[in-house]
């Protein structure tokens, strides 16, 4: 098996200096280790348009049950509040449950 490791390892490092194969070979890890960190910094209950979710408050956060203005649910939106994905476009979201209602106290559902 390590022979065949080190005649792939030949192929792909013809031509190359050993200080460029090292070079090359020290961006993987540096790589691996951005990509990991970007996807750390998103919140993956964090869902744009979930819910009745929308206008300034346009993302649900899933584990919270509410609205967010911000795509790592930092800032939580307000608990009734205007969304055009309510009610035809003239209603009402009540983020903590998520549903909607056609008046601005979120008592009547539409």
Do not use: H
């Not at 795509?71 to 309510?86: D, M, T, V, W």
């Amino acid at each position: 098996m390590s022979n065949k490791v080190s005649r792939l390892a030949e192929r792909v490092v013809t031509g190359l200096s050993r200080r460029a194969f090292l070079a090359r070979l020290s961006a993987v890890p540096f790589a691996a280790a951005v990509f990991v960190g970007e996807a750390a910094a998103r919140n993956a209950n964090c869902v744009y348009l979930g819910g009745c979710c929308g206008g300034g408050w346009p993302y649900y956060d899933t584990k919270n049950k509410r609205c967010c203005s911000d795509s790592k649910c930092q800032q939580a939106g307000g608990i009734c509040f205007a969304s055009p994905r309510c009610c035809g476009g003239a209603g009402y979201c009540y983020s903590i449950g998520s549903q909607c209602y056609a008046d601005k106290a979120c008592i009547t559902p539409c």
